[in-house]
């Protein structure tokens, strides 16, 4: 017991050292806690980009094989049955379709058919259009975005060319390949191709090999022929 004026016992509490060591404690915990979660959006962000481009180029290598499958050297009245170059392809099938034109309507279109599979380099997206013979083509359908470039090829048994024509080969080719660049349009120079102005100047190390790639065998390409007027 104190006596009346004497010194008193001190409180408990924290000394202003222990106040700061608080503090920076949680500000450090706080800073981990707020890495970790960018970390996962950013990691998140990653895969979804990852699911997105690989869903895009099976649709795109999926319409492309499937209509392969049933293409045709060449007809009389319309032509060639494969004519691409580097950035897109024109195909003429034989099979029947659902038309896309119509939403509430399907409408089953005839025999043969023409697809066009286009890269819009400014979008960096390939479209497919479609028609029913020589009908009009149906609005554009985007199957796969986020390119910065596209490259088709065309292996005719002896070489890879970035042309063809199968009225002017007389069959159609070997084999296709598709190579897919993602990335902003134009980040991506092309290895073997001529470089633009813009590309001239950029380091070799620009340069690199495709993020996709894939070769689709032409099930009839060895043994089909057509000639004009036949």
């Known amino acids: 017991m104190t006596r009346p004026g004497g010194p008193r016992a001190p409180r408990p509490g924290f000394t202003v050292v222990e106040v700061m060591l608080a503090l920076a404690l949680m500000f450090l915990v706080v800073g981990g806690v707020l890495g970790f979660l960018g970390n996962v959006q950013l990691r998140r962000a990653g895969v979804s980009r990852l699911a997105g481009e690989l869903e895009g180029s099976l649709a795109l290598v999926d319409r492309l094989e499937s209509d392969l499958a049933v293409c045709v ?21 034989r099979a029947v379709w659902l038309g896309a034109g119509r939403r509430a309507e399907l409408e089953v279109g005839g025999d043969l058919q023409r697809s066009t599979l286009r890269f819009d380099a400014g979008a960096g997206r390939v479209t497919l259009e479609r028609a029913d013979g020589a009908g009009p083509l149906t609005p554009a359908e985007t199957l796969a975005d986020g390119l910065a470039r596209v490259r088709f090829r ?23 390949e598709v190579g897919l660049w993602y990335g902003p349009p134009g980040s ?18 620009a340069l690199r090999a495709p993020d996709r790639l894939r070769v689709i065998v032409v099930p009839d390409g060895p043994v089909s022929a057509w000639k004009e007027g036949r």
């Open 73 to 93: 050297a060449g007809d009389e009245r319309h032509g060639p049955g494969i004519r691409g170059d580097a950035t897109s392809i024109d195909l003429l099938t």
């Open 188 to 205: 991506a120079p092309i290895p073997g191709a001529a470089p633009s102005v813009a590309e001239s100047a950029a380091p070799r190390a």
């Open 154 to 176: 065309y292996y005719d048994g002896a070489e890879w060319a970035e042309t063809f024509d199968s009225g002017a080969h007389g069959g159609l080719p070997v084999a296709i």
